[in-house]
């Protein structure tokens, strides 16, 4: 159980262009959803907190303009990468709470690798 | 605030030895305290978390952590190291005051030789 997806595993994209991420889980209901990037040999870094219905929270030097965050249902997050540019290239990596769970347990999607050109 | 510490960005030993990985923690509440592993281009598998009760907690594929509160720490360990327990091991901690966030350690990288 607790099986979290994303699709696509990896994308390559022309700069400029627009790119869309989905985050799901596969068997339970996730109220929040969090997005991260991980860069080379780096920990990962929370880009956002997503609850089902409401905008997502950003951390700080986040441009909430430029990775949009959508939460449409309790099993289903997306992050988009709007205008995107070569230094956007890295591995988004989402997760998602059960609503059951009180442990503040995340479990983790096997990430995006995105490649800007 | 919350804040976590590996000791350690690289760690090798060898097949069939002990592995000791060090985490320390810092919270201003009672901590939830985890223990994630990635392999490469992979996303993070938990392996052990602590919440209440018992301190030594075990996980999956041998290893098991201790939560010692006076130390601020949660060590990992396994006692005998496999080929397949090379990846990036993440310590993290979460608590009721950061709205279910986790907050990451950098990171320790376990090479296991022959």
């Known amino acids: 159980g607790a099986v979290v997806s994303q699709h696509p595993s990896w994308v390559i994209c022309k700069s400029g262009t627009s790119v869309k991420i989905e985050c799901r889980s596969l068997?339970?209901?996730?109220?929040?959803m969090f997005w991260y990037r991980q860069f080379p040999k780096q920990s990962l870094m929370l880009m956002a907190t997503?609850?089902?219905?409401?905008?997502?929270?950003?951390e700080q030097g986040v441009e909430k303009d430029k990775f949009l965050i959508n939460h449409a249902s309790l099993t289903l997050s997306t992050l988009t990468v709007t205008s995107a540019h070569p230094e956007d290239s890295s591995f988004y990596i989402c997760?998602?709470?059960?609503?059951?769970?009180?442990?503040?347990?995340?479990?983790f999607g096997p990430g995006t690798r995105l490649t800007v050109t | 605030a919350q804040s976590v510490t590996q000791l350690g960005s690289h760690v090798s030993v060898s097949e069939g030895a002990l592995v000791l990985l060090r985490c320390n923690y810092s919270s201003s509440v009672p901590p939830y305290l985890f223990w994630y592993v990635q392999y490469p281009n992979q996303g993070l598998q938990l392996l052990l978390k602590y919440t209440t009760g018992a301190t030594l907690v075990k996980g999956i594929n041998g290893f098991e952590a201790e939560f010692k509160k006076s130390e601020t720490s949660f060590h990992l360990t396994k006692p005998s190291a496999h080929m397949s327990d090379a990846a990036e091991y993440f310590c993290?901690?979460?608590?009721?005051?950061?709205?279910?966030?986790?907050?990451f350690g950098q990171g320790t990288e376990l090479s296991v030789k022959p």
């Open positions: 997503s609850n089902e219905g409401s905008k997502a929270t950003y």
């Open positions: 997760s998602a709470r059960d609503l059951s769970s009180t442990s503040y347990e995340q479990y």
């Open positions: 993290a901690v979460s608590g009721n005051n950061q709205g279910g966030k986790l907050i």
């Open positions: 068997d339970f209901q996730a109220t929040t």
